[in-house]
């Protein structure tokens, strides 16, 4: 079993910035890669980042690519999403996921577990 807590969101104006933390507990972090994901209200589950289990491989969406980073600290059983110059656009609720192996994935199928979300609302 793994468990995820997000936290971090709140609301925020455009052009703010904020990072959203991810504690996990469970099975091994350091060899599972991390995940980030979001949902706005009536869309599907978006692929946002995601990062090795060593940390060295990153990838993003197109849409954020720029603005988002996403980064981990194995010994403390974190990862981060460090989001610069919000927009209204990125408005969604923020989920965390673990991934049963160690290379970055960018599908909801390449993850089996999941935080329960932190909601991030931006103003314009």
């Known amino acids: 079993q793994v468990q995820l807590v997000e936290s971090g969101g709140g609301l925020v104006q455009a052009g703010d910035s904020l990072r959203l933390s991810c504690a996990a507990s469970g099975r091994t972090f350091s060899s599972n890669a991390m995940g980030w994901f979001r949902q706005s209200p009536g869309k599907e589950r978006e692929f946002v980042a995601t990062i090795s289990s060593n940390g060295r491989n990153t990838y993003y969406a197109d849409s954020v690519k720029g603005r988002f980073t996403i980064s981990r600290d194995n010994a403390k059983k974190t990862v981060w999403l460090q989001i610069a110059t919000l927009k209204p656009e990125d408005t969604a609720v923020y989920y965390c996921?673990?991934?049963?192996?160690?290379?970055?994935?960018?599908?909801?199928?390449?993850?089996?577990?999941w935080g329960q979300g932190t909601q991030v609302t931006v103003s314009s």
């Open positions: 996921a673990a991934s049963p192996g160690p290379l970055i994935a960018t599908m909801t199928g390449g993850y089996d577990y």
